[in-house]
Structures are given as C-alpha cells and as structure tokens.
C-alpha cells in the first residue's frame, strides 16, 4: 500500500495557557539548576584541588547556567506549543508532539479501555488539564498535556462514550 502523502497537522492546538505551564515550569528548573550550581560552586571553591580560576569565585558555575541554559528555557515553552496537537477525527484520536523527535500517535477509539484526566497542581491553576487515553497495549496509549479543562472533560467524556458503542458494536 502506498502512502498518499505526507501526514497533515490534527486540528486542534492546545490551551494557549499551556505555554504559562511551561513557563512555570522553565522558571522552576531553571532555579533547580541555578542552585544547585550556586551550592555546587560554593562548596567546590573551597576545595585545594579546585580550578585556580574557580577559586573564590562561587558564582561562575551559576552564571554558566544561566548563559547556556536560558535561551532554551526561554524558547521551549513557546515552540512546544507550535508543535503539539490534537484532533479526533472519527473513530480516531489522532495527537502529534515533539520537535527535534517527532512522534505522531493515533488512537482508534474501539482500543481505548481508560480515558483519565488529571490536574497537578499548577494546572489546576492555569485552568488546564491533561488527557491520558489508555489501550491494553503501552505504545498504543496517549498524552495529551495542556488542553483547556472543560475540552479535557468534554473530550474524555465524548472518547468513553464513544469506546463504549464501539465495543458493544462488537459484541
């Protein structure tokens, strides 16, 4: 069989407000990192065996950090949006993610056997939610992170209901 082309984009976007999660949570790792190099230098500085350059210096391992890691901190949240979607498009959810590792999931919805939809803390929030779709089989599953909470609710409610016809379809 012969591929007709390219896979399309699903249609739908995530919550715009998925990129104040990951901002959120840029800023939070990039405080883990800044002090853990903060301690890591201080305590290293103290050393005989330290770098010559290093000593009494504690702050270059954090400056460090901060030029390499921030313009990725600062552009990811921003580019995960551009790339991640969704759709559900028949009997299929269809969602695409990733940006140097692409990774495209359909779901057909006769497979699913769990819809969850969970909120950790800074997504309650946001006022967003995620979508976990589970089939019987690990690599047939999907996540789907930052979509609108009432979209979330709506769409797990729509794939149960959905899944359930479907296998009383079958029967």
Request: charged residues 15%; aromatic residues 10%.
């Amino acid at each position: 069989m012969t591929s007709p082309g390219p896979l399309r984009d699903p249609a739908n976007r995530v919550s715009p407000k998925a990129v104040g999660l990951w901002v959120l949570q840029s800023l939070i790792a990039f405080a883990l990192f800044a002090g853990g190099s903060a301690l890591l230098g201080r305590w290293v500085s103290g050393w005989s065996l330290a770098p010559g350059w290093l000593g009494g210096r504690w702050w270059l391992p954090p400056l460090a950090v901060l030029v390499v890691v921030t313009p990725f901190l600062v552009a990811e949240p921003f580019v995960r949006y551009a790339v991640h979607r969704w759709e559900l498009s028949g009997d299929v959810i269809y969602a695409r993610s990733g940006f140097l590792t692409r990774e495209w999931v359909f779901v057909p919805v006769s497979r699913i056997q769990t819809v969850d939809k969970g909120q950790g803390p800074l997504e309650r929030l946001l006022g967003i939610a995620t979508l976990q779709i589970r089939t019987a089989s690990h690599a047939g599953s999907s996540t789907i992170a930052g979509l609108d909470h009432a979209v979330a609710a709506g769409l797990a409610e729509r794939l149960a209901h959905r899944a359930e016809e479907l296998r009383d379809d079958a029967t």
